[in-house]
């Protein structure tokens, strides 16, 4: 394992502002994975060391297959972490917004071109991304149809799903789509939470993107497990089921349950009396992509997405 510095800024309070990764294996430049962009995510910041660990427990073994590169940038933000943020605290702003960068924007700007400009050379991008609804979910793997999308590829992390669609205009300025428009093969990967580490999913990712090396035929070792890939189009088949008044959010499933059309998923209680003003059906038949996790809900919010 190598270590290297690629982002040295000077700092507003402390030490310098630093970016670093490692690089495992030598040849051709195969795997970029990178970590958090943003403050809040802890999962994401624990599975990219656990990625950074069991390589290179890989490396010592001599399980990384000869003329492959694998580099891994643990975190792309970890001044927003360490000052509990989720976005840049001086300014707000949302790292995963700003890409590919600028070398003379505000800062967000300049530390993802940093981030973009070393990663952008590597065959395949992976991207331990986190949701923008607060919640539970399936971890899974997403990409853009931008006309550069790798489905077939995507099968090789062998999750449960693999979720397409269209990029909205605010995701075009994501690192994901900034590596799909540069070349490369860019998927992010999900687990089921963002703000506290939940081990089982952490595990099931890394496993994923073990998968995905070895199905590529980067390294060479045993991993037991996996799943056959279902590719889900989000237009298609993501179905967001609404609240229609606000109050304490009461759920009577799980994510990963089955439901069928008609039956109970949540009970929306008065935050004065507790009495439940409304129970919430489902509309459909499906699997329990997402659930909403705060124990609070506004009136009108997505509080569970199915697949049918």
Known sequence: MREITFCDME?????????????????????????????????????????????????????????????????????????????????????????????????????????????KEYEYGIHLASYYMEGHFLPHVRIFKSGFEYSAEASDFMMPYVLMRQPRPYEKRTLNFAWQEAGVKAFSVYSSTTDYIDRDSAHLVLRSILLFMKNRGIIDTEILGGYESEIVEEEKRLVPIRTPQAGFFVSKVKVGFEVEKGDLLAEIHDPYTDEIICEIISPVSGVVFFMHSAPMTYSHTAVFKLII
């Not at 943020?85 to 071109?113: L, Y």
């Open 11 to 119: 700092g507003l309070y402390r030490d310098n502002f630093r970016l670093k990764a490692y690089i495992f294996g030598s040849g051709k430049k195969s795997i970029c994975i990178v970590g958090p962009t943003r403050g809040n995510e802890y999962q994401q910041q624990f599975i990219a060391a656990r990625i950074v660990n069991r390589l290179k427990e890989l490396e010592a073994n001599g399980e990384i297959n000869d003329g492959y590169e694998i580099m891994v940038i643990p975190s792309a933000n970890p001044y927003s972490m360490n000052t509990r943020k989720k976005f840049w605290s001086i300014d707000s702003t949302d790292m995963n917004r700003m890409f590919p960068g600028r070398a003379d924007g505000v800062t967000t700007q300049i530390i993802a071109e940093k981030v973009f400009n070393t990663s």
